[in-house]
């Protein structure tokens, strides 16, 4: 008599990628992209005062300047997602946030060819540093909720 194989085991990196269904989404996972979006809020606003300083004030490069915003901003946004917006601590302080740099960097290289694009396409430095910002949140999210902080 044939037996039926067991199904292959779930790859938790699978899991990662894949489109999330909202219709399955509990009030948790609503409250969690709520805090999401005001530390990234946060966030937006300390990385374009921190770009419009260094564009603006300092004469550096915009694309230098995306660099500079992003790590004053980045460390704005660990500790708050951390705890406030995941409260998850099943992982060291040092492996969250080293996984948080690696998705961060994801968001960052993406940010910085949106940048490139618009600001290459005629717009200014600031709103085109704000759209990129935008642009690449949804990634940035869904990376840190199923890897970061899970």
Known sequence: MPTREAPPAAVPEARVLRVPNIRAARRSDWTELLRFCVVGASGYLVNLVVFSLLVHAAGVHYLVAAVGAFVVAWTNNFVLN?????????????????????????????????????????????????????????????????????
């Open 82 to 150: 951390k705890f406030w917006t995941f409260q998850r601590h099943e992982l060291s302080a040092v492996q969250q946030g080293a996984r948080y740099l690696a998705v961060s960097l994801v968001a960052l290289g993406l940010n910085l060819i949106v940048l490139e694009l618009l600001v290459s396409a005629g717009s200014p430095e600031v709103p085109a540093q704000a759209i990129a910002i935008a642009v690449v949140m949804p990634v940035n999210f869904l990376l840190n909720r199923r890897w970061s902080f899970r």
